[in-house]
């Protein structure tokens, strides 16, 4: 997607540890206007399939998501970090790692909302090493729900969660894929 | 508005310790043809406010901001919960204390995204004891940043947040104004 790219060219900050920072337009500031365009790429993409509902985790794959579900007329369901006193009775639980965060996350899903009758479209910001996204297949796979299709916004290759992903068989789309990039001269390789 | 009150009504669950339930519809699982709804209410009352940025606090805000933030054609900022290796440089912090997960937080937005040229709207999906909200108001305040509206979407007038923050003369706006309600019967009733 080519205006994706030029933003992440123009806006994107390469930093030492494989880290790049888009938080002026997709995960702190969020340019609502470039995820209309993304929602409407993914509709490109998977606007065929009969997608019942959004399925993203919190909280900086929300806002995409959000549009995402908009534009396909379903509903969103976001797996939630962590046990909070709102969210009681059986849920789905997985457990993922947080290369940003550098944690461990228990991730929970409530069985309410994700059963063996969704056809889901997985959307998340980013893919590196895809431990978000293995938690997220994860949750989707015990409730039975079929996926659909899994959309990224950037996914960085020369980690290796989009490749493992896509050997196991699943319909993987990433809008923006950085095949290199360095943090000295700021250079963003795309592949 | 009375497609929430409705909404509220049929799909809330009243649970003991003050716990309004609305994860089938606002912040598990999101309806977004509901937020579309919201966010039109939200133009009516602010719609002639010059608002440049919609502000909020991850996670359970960014959906129903970020459909706010579309209508009125601005940037979505969220503040983010502690410290993230993909922030960086100078920030505006503040500490919350969560009154659903029993915790305390630091709360931060970068400076890049938040000045004194900012005419911001803040939105939340829930105002109960105020904690959060009153901690996007101290960070917004110390931006310099022009206070134009409060948008929530579920207030709880029997805590204290939003008499509080009326007191202080923010103009606040509450979509579902709930009085009194009762984990044994189920009941809830509105403003």
Do not use: E, G, T, Y
């Given at each position: 997607m080519e205006l994706l790219k030029q933003r992440i060219v123009e806006d994107g900050i390469v930093k030492p540890g494989n880290v790049l920072k888009v938080?002026?337009?997709?995960?702190?500031?969020?340019d609502v206007e470039l995820l209309n365009a993304i929602a409407a790429e993914f509709e490109r993409i998977y606007g065929d399939r009969p997608i019942s509902k959004v399925f993203t985790i919190e909280a900086s794959g929300i806002a995409v998501a959000c549009v995402v579900a908009q534009r396909f007329g379903v509903p969103l369901v976001f797996a939630k970090k962590a046990q909070s006193i709102n969210l009681d009775g059986e849920s789905f639980t997985t457990r993922i790692e947080s290369y940003t965060h550098k944690r461990v996350y228990d991730v929970i899903v409530s069985k309410k909302y994700l059963s063996a009758s969704d056809h889901i479209l997985i959307i998340d910001d980013f893919l590196a090493n895809g431990c978000s996204l293995d938690g997220l297949i994860d949750i989707a796979e015990t409730a039975g729900a079929t996926i659909e299709g899994i959309g990224i916004v950037i996914e960085k290759s020369f980690q290796l969660g989009g490749t493992q992903i896509r050997k196991r068989g699943y319909p993987l789309a990433s809008l923006a894929i950085i095949e290199a990039m360095d943090a000295e001269t700021g250079e963003i390789v795309f592949a």
């Open positions: 938080d002026s337009f997709l995960n702190h500031q969020i």
